[in-house]
């Protein structure tokens, strides 16, 4: 089991900014990979960006140019630097990991509880 806190959801103008943070803590052994979920109103769940513990990144095609994401291993954190924001952004976002527990041979997956994004004039 891990614990999540993430900040940084709220309400933003069309053309406005915000930033994401995700900190992931529990027993650990090794993250492999972080990134950001989301969830539109009436709209399945969509990856929106994920990065390896090599630095390797992969973004949904409508955030490319505009979302940029980052890690801190040494806090166990993830970021999603938000711009040029538009109401098709709109949705819950979801921190997700993928991890080594100690003593359990495969990886675990988890996603945090979600935080609102709002773009609204």
């Known amino acids: 089991q891990v614990d999540f806190v993430e900040a940084g959801g709220g309400v933003v103008q069309p053309g406005g900014s915000l930033t994401l943070s995700c900190t992931v803590s529990?027993?650990?052994?090794?993250?492999?990979?972080m990134g950001w979920y989301r969830r539109a109103p009436g709209k399945q769940r969509e990856l929106v960006a994920i990065?390896?513990?090599?630095?390797?990144?992969h973004y949904v095609d409508s955030v490319k140019g505009r979302f940029t994401i980052s890690r801190d291993d040494a806090k166990n954190a993830v970021y999603l630097q938000m711009n040029s924001l538009n109401s098709e952004d709109t949705a819950v976002y979801y921190c997700?990991?993928?991890?080594?527990?100690?003593?359990?041979?495969?990886?675990?997956?988890?996603w945090g509880q979600g935080t609102q994004v709002t773009v609204s004039s």
């Open positions: 997700y990991t993928r991890l080594k527990h100690p003593f359990l041979l495969t990886k675990s997956e988890y």
């Open positions: 529990g027993s650990i052994v090794t993250i492999y990979t």
């Open positions: 990065i390896s513990n090599g630095e390797n990144v």
